[in-house]
T-cell receptor, first 113, second 113 residues
Framework: GAVVSQHPSRVICKSGTSVKIECRSL??????MFWYRQFPKQSLMLMAT?????????EQGVEKDKFLINHASLTLSTLTVTSAHPEDSSFYIC?????????FGQGTRLTVV | AQSVSQHNHHVILSEAASLELGCNYS??????LFWYVQYPGQHLQLLLK??????LVKGIKGFEAEFIKSKFSFNLRKPSVQWSDTAEYFC???????????FGKGTRLHILP
């Protein structure tokens, strides 16, 4: 099946710094990718829809200026957590592919200290 | 807004026991339904899906799920679990009119050898 690669798998950063997470579709082109966030024992919450060549669409309650999304090519979307704080510590997952079968990255565990 | 409820957060079973994981959704319109599984250290992957037709859906590894429209349910079943079924299972729903997939909180399944 199609593969989506997410990098890094784990990152620890200092409070106030920014962290970039990459999501790549390895063997198919993805005009749309999705970014999710998962708190411990919570659901995967959709944060935003990343659209190639245009602005991302954010879900209600997600800060656009804090979670910057760039989808510059058909195979790459990036999520940048700006001025990270400990409450941003979470598990972030991207997905690509259509509804018939979405493919997920392995996730990124972000810890802000 | 639509939501997905998974009744069990953590299930522990012995090998060969039968499994049923509950899932209910709140959206009243036309939906697609999914079960995803995440094995330890691996990507989230599709277990089975329902779009239309026979409400009893067969998936990989002996799993099946039944869509009961009147109950807004899509429960996952397996007659006899194996140790290798230890994983986290997510029920998910997608409104037919867009590509967003909404997830339940997940059920962590632990099979005792």
């Amino acid at each position: 099946g199609a593969v989506v690669s997410q990098h890094p798998s784990r990152v620890i950063c200092k409070s106030g710094t920014s962290v970039k997470i990459e999501c790549r579709s390895l063997d198919f082109q993805a005009t749309t990718m999705f970014w999710y966030r998962q708190f411990p024992k919570q659901s995967l919450m959709l944060m935003a829809t990343s659209n190639e060549g245009s602005k991302a669409t954010y879900e209600q309650g997600v800060e656009k200026d804090k979670f910057l999304i760039n989808h510059a090519s058909l195979t790459l979307s990036t999520l940048t957590v700006t001025s990270a704080h400990p409450e941003d510590s979470s598990f972030y997952i991207c997905s690509a592919g259509g509804v018939t079968e979405a493919f997920f990255g392995q996730g990124t565990r972000l810890t802000v200290v | 807004a639509q939501s997905v409820s998974q009744h069990n957060h953590h299930v522990i079973l012995s090998e060969a026991a039968s499994l049923e994981l509950g899932c209910n959704y709140s959206y009243g319109g036309t939906v697609n339904l999914f079960w995803y599984v995440q094995y330890p250290g691996q990507h989230l992957q599709l277990l089975l899906k329902y779009f239309s037709g026979d409400p009893l859906v067969k998936g990989i590894k002996g799993f099946e799920a039944e869509f009961i429209k009147s109950k807004f349910s899509f429960n996952l079943r397996k007659p006899s679990v194996q140790w290798s079924d230890t994983a986290e299972y997510f029920c998910a729903v997608n409104e037919r009119r867009d590509d967003k997939i909404i997830f339940g909180k997940g059920t962590r399944l632990h099979i005792l050898p």
